[in-house]
Structures are given as C-alpha cells and as structure tokens.
C-alpha cells in the first residue's frame, strides 16, 4: 500500500507541475476545453492556476519524499 501511494503521488506531482507549465505557457484561449480555466477567445495567462498547480505538486513530490523514508519504530 505505501509503495502503490508513494508512486501514484509522484505520478500526480509530475502531472500537476506539467500542467503548471502548461498555464504559464498557453493563453486561456487555447487551452484545452478539459482544462480549468479554458476560456474561448481570451488571451490571458492564468499565473494564479499555474502557481496552485506546481504548489500542490511540490507537495505531492514532499509527500512521496517522507512516504519512502526508512521506518522509524
């Protein structure tokens, strides 16, 4: 169980941090319709998603960190 945790959050860390990228890089008009924060024709960043997105996958990465430590007990 703590292995199959640990890497489904690397997974998701490494998801979240592309996506942050992603809404750094693309302007909410073309977005994929999927992706919070799509708006059709805007031209707007969304700095304020991106930076919740690679936060929360830093988290994830800080998580799976601690999860493989060695047991203490």
């Given at each position: 169980?703590?292995?199959?945790?640990?890497?489904?959050?690397?997974?998701?860390?490494?998801?979240?941090?592309?996506?942050?990228?992603?809404?750094?890089?693309?302007?909410?008009?073309?977005?994929?319709?999927?992706?919070?924060?799509?708006?059709?024709?805007?031209?707007?960043?969304?700095?304020?998603?991106?930076?919740?997105s690679?936060?929360?996958?830093?988290?994830?990465f800080?998580?799976?960190?601690?999860?493989?430590?060695?047991?203490q007990?």
């Amino acid at each position: 169980m703590n292995r199959t945790l640990t890497g489904l959050a690397v997974i998701l860390g490494i998801l979240l941090i592309i996506l942050g990228i992603v809404y750094w890089t693309v302007p909410a008009g073309s977005l994929p319709g999927f992706i919070p924060g799509a708006e059709a024709g805007s031209t707007v960043v969304h700095f304020k998603h991106g930076l919740g997105s690679v936060i929360v996958g830093l988290a994830l990465f800080a998580f799976a960190w601690f999860q493989s430590g060695p047991k203490q007990g």
